[in-house]
């Protein structure tokens, strides 16, 4: 079945800890992102890779890092998250630019 | 860079009826312009996209307008039905090889649809 995974779905953590969030998908995709979605703020996007080790900032990446190794993941990394990082966390990937973009199920991140 | 405003931001209708959420983008390199739905709890899913060569798309009850010297874009659902209720995102992206792939969405309409 052609999805794209996420893990974990549920995260507290206190300030400070650093925390990963995967993203695998099994589609081939070239083009991985990773959003944030806030009440009111709709979806924004953190970062984008269009290919392996091509990664590039969207419209709010700071406090955030990624890293594309491999084709299939596209893992979130905070190396020291802050309350303002709590969010409902999405990953998704495309075959190409136009192409329908495939969300994952979400991450719900709690940062105390 | 690119702003995408979106109203209104709750709308409620009659089953049956037509709703109309609008959007409008800052950027006029944008060239792609993709609506999502999403319903309570899941994930965002693509219902259908325009590309600023194409000023109107259809797929069965909805469809999609487009006026680039405005800058403004429009989801149209006609005869509305209680699975329409959900949250609907509009986007836009500069689309091309150098281009990368930014999208940028609006905040979000909630359609709730009364039966």
């Known amino acids: ?112 | 860079g690119e702003n995408v405003e979106q109203h209104p931001s709750t709308l409620s209708v009659q089953e049956g009826d037509s709703a109309v959420i609008k959007c409008t983008y800052s950027d006029s390199a944008s060239n792609y312009f993709p609506w999502y739905k999403q319903e309570l709890g899941k994930r965002p899913q693509l219902i259908i996209d325009i590309r600023s060569n194409v000023g109107e798309k259809k797929d069965q009850r909805i469809a999609v307008t487009l006026n680039k010297t405005a800058k403004h874009f429009s989801l149209h659902i006609t005869e509305t039905q209680p699975e329409d209720s959900a949250v609907y995102f509009c986007a836009a992206s500069v689309r091309g090889k150098s281009s990368g792939d930014k999208l940028t969405f609006g905040t979000g309409t909630r359609l709730a649809v009364r039966p």
């Open chain 1, 1 to 112: 079945e052609a999805q794209v995974t996420q893990n974990p779905r549920y995260l507290i953590t206190v300030t400070g800890k650093k925390l990963t969030v995967t993203c695998s998908q099994n589609m081939n995709h070239e083009y991985m992102s990773w959003y944030r979605q806030d009440p009111g703020l709709g979806l924004r996007q953190i970062y984008y890779s269009m290919n392996v080790e091509v990664t590039d900032k969207g419209d709010v990446p700071e406090g955030y890092k990624v890293s594309r190794k491999e084709k299939r993941n596209f893992p979130l990394i905070l190396e020291s998250p802050s309350p303002n990082q709590t969010s409902l966390y999405f990953c998704a990937s495309k075959r190409e630019p136009s192409d329908t973009q495939y969300f994952g199920p979400g991450t719900r991140l709690t940062v105390l």
